[in-house]
């Protein structure tokens, strides 16, 4: 048996390093020529995915109770921070709603019928938990023709949206139809663990593999710009994936 407090604090741990080596390793390539930060470098999300772990981490702490009788509560961490982070996404990157709502449904989908046929109830096992992350990468990398964080925001959106609702609503649906007072249920309850939050960054993981590597396999290239400023000097740019 795993202890589950164990592994919550080391992936927290390993976390908080990576984003001090992601920093240290921008820090000492800004003059040498090297794009870590722009939109189409894959650093990006693994900066930005490696923040939100550690802030979703210290909010699973935390349960916020939405009803008393049956008792009903959502953890911070495992849903209301990964919502915020789609939120967000939605808002500054807008991703196109015909292809969303594609990925939306087929994940929650999937959800479902996967913990029907396991016998679960607002979670799967793994590996089954892996399968809702499947869809939303796909429909993610496929509708955007492979770039990078356009089908990173539909991964992730798609995989959080519909695990929420194949895997916590639909079951809490029918927890609230039968009515007993004395029963509680908290969604989220694994915090950054819980497959709500896990979903997003599996599909997120599977769509930026996907995208790297259909990039290696064709030999894209990316354009250069011009060098300007301090960066001027160490001549043409390049990302750290591409050959210089």
């Known amino acids: 048996?795993?202890?589950?407090?164990?592994?919550?604090?080391?992936?927290?741990?390993?976390?908080?390093?990576?984003?001090?080596?992601?920093?240290?390793?921008?820090?000492?390539?800004?003059?040498?020529?090297?794009?870590?930060?722009?939109?189409?470098?894959?650093?990006?999300?693994?900066?930005?995915?490696?923040?939100?772990?550690?802030l979703a981490g210290v909010l699973s702490l935390f349960d916020v109770p939405l009803s008393s009788r049956p008792s009903v509560s959502v953890n911070v961490g495992g849903v209301l921070a990964p919502l915020v982070v789609s939120g967000l996404i939605l808002w500054r990157h807008r991703p196109t709603l015909p292809t969303l709502s594609l990925a939306?449904?087929?994940?929650?989908?999937?959800?479902?019928?996967?913990?029907?046929?396991?016998?679960?109830?607002?979670?799967?096992?793994f590996p089954a938990a892996i399968l809702p992350s499947v869809p939303p990468a796909v429909v993610g990398v496929a509708a955007t023709r492979g770039k990078l964080m356009p089908s990173l925001d539909v991964a992730y959106v798609g995989a959080t949206l519909g695990t929420l609702v194949g895997l916590d609503l639909i079951p809490l649906a029918g927890f609230l139809g039968r009515g007993d007072p004395g029963s509680a249920v908290v969604l989220g309850a694994g915090g950054i663990l819980d497959l709500v939050f896990l979903s997003g960054v599996f599909a997120v993981v599977i769509a930026w593999t996907v995208v790297l590597v259909g990039r290696f396999i064709r030999g894209r290239r990316i354009p250069r710009p011009i060098p300007q400023?301090?960066?001027?000097?160490?001549?043409?740019?390049?990302?750290?994936?591409?050959r210089p």
């Open 1 to 54: 048996m795993v202890d589950v407090s164990l592994l919550f604090g080391s992936i927290l741990f390993v976390d908080a390093i990576a984003i001090v080596v992601l920093l240290w390793i921008e820090h000492f390539t800004r003059f040498e020529g090297i794009v870590l930060w722009e939109e189409e470098s894959p650093v990006v999300p693994l900066f930005w995915g490696s923040v939100i772990v550690l």
């Open 104 to 125: 939306i449904v087929l994940t929650a989908t999937l959800a479902a019928v996967a913990a029907m046929l396991l016998g679960e109830r607002f979670f799967l096992p």
């Open 229 to 242: 400023g301090p960066e001027a000097e160490a001549g043409s740019r390049t990302f750290l994936w591409q």
